[in-house]
């Protein structure tokens, strides 16, 4: 089995409820098992600052599924709890978001699917919770661990521990 790391992010109503909706919904699959979480972090919108802040957290999860499939699965969560692709490329609002960080030390680069996650190393908001799991991880593209990314960060967008621990 192989070990993903995946980002769920939440920017309207009751976030964490939506986080956790998306969560049980992977698993019903029965191709997901949610080894451990991050905590909830609240964090500022990346790429459009007039949108509500974000609820964050990353799940490590444990599956048989390939990347494309793991990509597939989370595409059908979020369309099941309905997001819609709009045509616009600017960032909005979303009920659920659902990045594929890392698959194990595999790197995918193809037009819709970019393993690790094309901006990874560029969001603080995903960092953070992945220092919480794998601080030493080492990313396969760039060579340095995930501390040494978060150290060099050009914007250290706001990010903060969303009040108690919440369970998945």
């Known amino acids: 089995m192989a070990v993903a790391y ?3 992010g939440s920017n309207v109503e009751d ?8 969560v049980k919904l992977l698993t019903q699959s029965g191709m997901v098992n949610v080894v451990r979480s991050s905590a909830f972090y609240e964090t500022e919108p990346w790429g459009n600052k007039n949108l509500d802040w974000f609820v964050n957290v990353v799940i490590e999860v444990k599956t048989k599924l390939s990347p494309r499939e793991l990509l597939e699965l ?4 979020e369309i099941c709890m309905g997001r819609e ?7 909005e609002a979303r009920k659920i978001d659902i990045d594929i960080l890392f698959y194990g030390d ?14 990874l190393h560029e969001r603080a908001f995903a960092i ?3 220092l919480e799991l794998i601080p030493d991880y080492v990313h396969p593209k760039y060579n340095k661990s995930l501390l040494e990314l978060h150290e060099e ?3 250290l967008d706001d990010v903060y521990l969303y009040g108690t621990r919440v369970d998945i």
């Open 106 to 119: 595999l790197t995918v680069d193809e037009p819709d699917l970019k393993i690790p996650h094309e901006h």
């Open 85 to 91: 692709k709009t045509s616009s490329k600017e960032y």
């Open 74 to 77: 989370c595409k059908n969560t």
């Open 15 to 22: 976030k964490v409820s939506y986080l956790q909706q998306a």
């Open 6 to 8: 995946l980002c769920l």
């Open 128 to 130: 953070v919770p992945l």
């Open 153 to 155: 960060l050009e914007t």
